[in-house]
C-alpha cells in the first residue's frame, strides 16, 4: 500500500462548480497535513495546511480525519486559474520529510 | 530573489555520463531536502540534511547517486553513469528546522533528460 493515496483523477469542471479531492494515508504517526499545488512543469507550493479541526482559506477547505487516516480538500466556485494538480502530503515520524501522493490534476473550464 | 535556487534549470546528456545539480536554500534554512518527480507522479523524497549531516537517505538513491552539503548552506547532487531512467526533475527544498509545523519551499527543479 502506497503512503499517500489520492483520488486518480482528473477532474473537470465548470467555472464555478465545487469540487473535492480525498487522500488517505498509511502511517498512523504522520504529524503534519498539507496539501500543495503545482501548476504544469513548475514546482509544488504550498497551498495550506490541515488541521485536525479543519482549516478554511478563503474558497478552500481541508479537513483532516485521523482515526480514518484521511484528508479532504474542498474548493468552492472554482475559478480558471484554479487549473493545476492538487498534492495531498504528509509529514511526521522522526524524519520530517514530506510524502506525496500522486497528485490529482483539476481543469476548470469556462 | 531569496528563494530556493537550482542550477542548471535543464540538462540533457547522454547516458553514461555524469551530471550533478546544486542547490542554494533560503538562507539560515538548516534543513536541505532533495526529491526527483516523473511525469504524471508526485515529487519522490531522496534524501535529506540537517545542516551538513545527511540524516536519511531513500532507498531510490541507488550507489550512483550522491548528495553533500559541505558546509551546511548548498548541496549537491551527483548522479554517476546517467540512465534514460534517471529523466526527470529533481527538487531541491528547505525548511527552517526539523519541527513539522515548518513549511518546506522548493526551488524551480532542474530538468534531466538522458538521451
Known amino acids: 500500500r502506497k503512503e499517500v493515496e489520492q483520488d486518480p483523477g482528473p477532474f473537470n469542471v465548470p467555472e464555478g462548480a465545487t469540487v473535492a479531492f480525498n487522500c488517505t494515508y498509511s502511517n498512523s504517526a504522520s504529524q503534519s497535513f498539507f496539501w500543495y499545488r503545482q501548476d504544469c512543469r513548475k514546482e509544488p507550493k504550498l497551498l495550506m495546511s490541515v488541521y485536525s479541526s479543519g482549516n478554511e482559506d478563503g474558497r478552500f477547505t481541508a479537513q483532516l480525519n485521523r482515526a480514518s487516516q484521511y484528508i479532504s480538500l474542498l474548493i468552492r466556485d472554482s475559478k480558471l486559474s484554479d487549473s493545476a494538480t492538487y498534492l495531498c502530503v504528509v509529514r511526521g515520524g522522526s524524519q520530517g520529510n514530506l510524502i506525496f501522493g500522486k497528485g490529482t490534476k483539476l481543469s476548470v473550464k469556462p | 530573489d531569496t528563494g530556493v535556487s537550482q542550477d542548471p534549470r535543464h540538462k540533457i546528456t547522454k547516458r553514461g555520463q555524469n551530471v550533478t545539480f546544486r542547490c542554494d536554500p533560503i538562507?539560515?534554512?538548516?534543513?536541505l531536502y532533495w526529491y526527483r518527480q516523473t511525469l504524471g507522479q508526485g515529487p519522490e523524497f531522496l534524501t535529506y540534511?540537517?545542516?551538513?549531516?545527511?540524516?536519511?537517505k531513500s532507498r531510490l538513491l541507488s550507489d550512483r547517486f550522491s548528495a553533500e552539503r559541505p558546509k551546511g548552506s548548498f548541496s549537491t547532487l551527483e548522479i554517476q553513469r546517467t540512465e534514460q531512467g534517471d529523466s526527470a526533475m529533481y527538487l531541491c527544498?528547505?525548511?527552517?528546522?526539523?519541527?513539522?509545523?515548518?513549511?518546506?519551499?522548493f526551488g524551480e527543479g532542474s530538468w534531466l533528460t538522458v538521451v
Open positions: 540534511f540537517q545542516n551538513e549531516a545527511q540524516l536519511e
Open positions: 527544498a528547505s525548511s527552517l528546522g526539523q519541527h513539522s509545523g515548518n513549511t518546506i519551499y
Open positions: 538562507s539560515e534554512h538548516n534543513r
